[in-house]
């Protein structure tokens, strides 16, 4: 059973950096689509961003040029650095694993940017 913990959130100010990670345990990570996705209270869970098993990434026009996601494949690990951020950015950040037809979430971790 595939287990994702993810860890990073916090508060910011507008235009800091923050860098969210999320270790996987449970299967061979390697060959799982990763990605983060972001949720307003109320509101749907967004895509982020996504980085596939072959390292090809995938972003929210919303997210271009100040986030980026990476993975370790050694560690089980995927990153997501986050820099300029802004107020707009505030929510609860998933990360999301996926492979075929399943699909695994983590249980999310709060970002707050605020002066």
């Known amino acids: 059973q595939v287990q994702l913990a993810e860890s990073g959130g916090g508060l910011v100010q507008p235009g800091g950096s923050l860098r969210l990670s999320c270790k996987q345990s449970?299967?061979?990570?390697?060959?799982?689509?990763m990605g983060w996705y972001r949720q307003d209270p109320g509101k749907q869970r967004d895509l982020v961003a996504t980085?596939?098993?072959?390292?090809?990434?995938n972003y929210a026009d919303s997210v271009k040029g100040r986030f980026t996601i990476s993975r370790d494949n050694i560690k089980n690990t995927v990153y997501l650095q986050m820099n300029s951020l802004k107020s707009e950015d505030t929510a609860v950040y998933y990360c999301?694993?996926?492979?075929?037809?399943?699909?695994?979430w983590g249980q999310g971790t709060q970002v707050t940017v605020s002066s």
């Open positions: 449970g299967s061979t990570f390697s060959v799982y689509r």
């Open positions: 980085i596939s098993s072959d390292g090809t990434t």
């Open positions: 999301n694993s996926a492979r075929g037809s399943r699909a695994y």
